[in-house]
């Protein structure tokens, strides 16, 4: 009989670990400054699960138990010595940036960064390009740093980013410049600095949102621009500074008109409306803030309609307008309820009691001064229609708060009106909020 041939398999390959393998592998080909790198990179993981402990298995996993990520990177990392040996540098450049590429899709950004950050310290090297690949390394790097938390270390790379950019007409393949991109990315970094600092100095996170602004005007971008000066207004209503506030709430404004964003027309008109009340100006506040309720109700923005209608409540509140704070008020109450929202709901109904409470205030009050038969009969009625709806009726009075009899006025021969009122409020519509009764 013949002999099966067996193919020639080298023992060691199943006695040894996957990384011992690749390990020698590589030696075995010369490459020994990738060996030394993977090496490294496997240490390095590995002592970082050691220091974590139990919470080890949160991180990610040890590149050494997958075959397939060990072998990439190592044939990825190969080709980039056998470039640099050649004195290739942009293909080690190209190299690199693609084990960075593929660690980050993987998820591996510890391994990313790692690569993006040799990235940089080839593309130092290469000659020819302008410092094209330095610059697009600075970016990677600064991205990775924004990911990461470290926006102020982010903002220095991504600022060299934009200084070489902002010399040369460099494009993606896809045609958008990059000095556009360069100057959204430091928007978005001075923003979330800002941010960051807002608590500690009020004047630098101007600082920085001022820096965010001039980034989006260069970089064209003017729907950013607005709401970078919609952010600024924002600041200088914390310092106390409202007359500036409206300028950039104004600017904020034009240019969500240009874009037609009604959202956030009505973002802006709410600032203003704000920013004036800051100041003293409350004719032009509730100005405002009805202009916000009118862009709001015809965009059909139901959620912003109901803050509108709240916040010019609470303005005709305060300035005594009880008539026009019971309005809005109410139409407050009817659009939670339509959005099923329970909290704003509760908000909605207490707010409209307490306006109720106040419209009433002046007729309660003229019909105790009034020493007449008509009004203190007028007191007794209503009262005990209040009592009547307290002890257990107003739960199925429901509806709309005000459905019950305290919307009526008891005031002098308006008695029987008290009455006809009683009569309405306890054939109310059903509602999950409870009637005026349990909110007066």
């Known amino acids: 009989r013949e002999k099966t041939a067996l193919n020639e398999v080298d023992p060691a390959s199943y006695r040894h670990s996957v990384l011992h393998t690749t390990c020698t592998a590589l030696l075995e080909r010369g490459f020994h400054h990738s060996f030394a790198e993977l090496f490294t990179l496997v240490e390095h993981q590995r002592a970082e699960h050691r220091g974590a402990g139990p919470a080890a298995v949160l991180l990610e996993p040890l590149i050494e138990r997958d075959p397939t990520k060990l072998d990439r990177l190592s044939q990825q990392m190969a080709a980039a010595e056998e470039a640099e040996r050649v004195g290739d540098v942009e293909a080690v450049y190209m190299a690199q940036k693609g084990l960075a590429q593929l660690c980050e899709q993987s998820g591996d950004t510890w391994l990313s960064d790692h690569f993006y950050h040799r990235c940089l310290e080839t593309s130092l090297q290469v000659r020819g390009d302008h410092r094209r690949k330095e610059g697009e390394a600075h970016c990677h790097v600064g991205l990775a740093l924004e990911n990461r938390g470290d926006l102020h270390q982010a903002a220095s790379h991504l600022e060299t980013f934009y200084q070489l950019t902002r010399k040369h007409k460099w494009h993606t393949a896809s045609g958008e410049s990059l000095h556009e991109i360069a100057c959204e990315h430091l928007r978005r970094i001075y923003t979330g600095i800002a941010g960051e600092v807002h608590s500690e100095s009020a004047t630098s996170a101007i600082s920085y949102l001022k820096k965010a602004l001039e980034a989006a005007k260069e970089g064209g971008d003017s729907y950013q621009e607005g709401l970078a000066c919609h952010r600024l207004g924002n600041a200088h209503e ?191 519509e059903k509602s999950q909020s409870g009637s005026q009764s349990d909110v007066i």
């Open 238 to 428: 914390g310092i106390g500074d409202p007359d500036t506030a409206i300028q950039y709430h104004k600017s904020y404004l034009e240019r969500c008109r240009y874009h037609g964003d009604d959202a956030g027309v009505g973002s802006a008109y709410e600032a203003l409306a704000r920013a004036h009340e800051s100041k003293g100006d409350i004719e032009n506040a509730v100005k405002f803030l009805e202009m916000f309720v009118n862009v709001t109700e015809k965009a059909g923005l139901k959620s912003s309609l109901a803050k509108a209608c709240s916040a010019t409540g609470s303005m005709c509140n305060a300035l005594g307008d009880y008539g026009k704070a019971v309005e809005y008020f109410g139409r407050c109450y009817e659009i939670c309820l339509e959005l099923d929202d329970t909290e704003a709901l509760h908000s909605a109904r207490v707010q409209y009691g307490i306006a109720k409470g106040h419209q009433f205030m002046d007729s309660v009050s003229d019909s105790i001064n009034d020493p007449s038969s008509d009004s203190l009969q007028a007191l007794v009625d209503w009262k005990d229609s209040r009592a009547v709806y307290g002890g257990g009726e107003a739960e199925d009075s429901g509806g709309k708060p005000g459905s019950s009899t305290s919307v009526q006025q008891p005031q002098g021969s308006d008695a029987n009106a008290v009455e006809s009122g009683d009569e309405k409020g306890s054939e109310g």
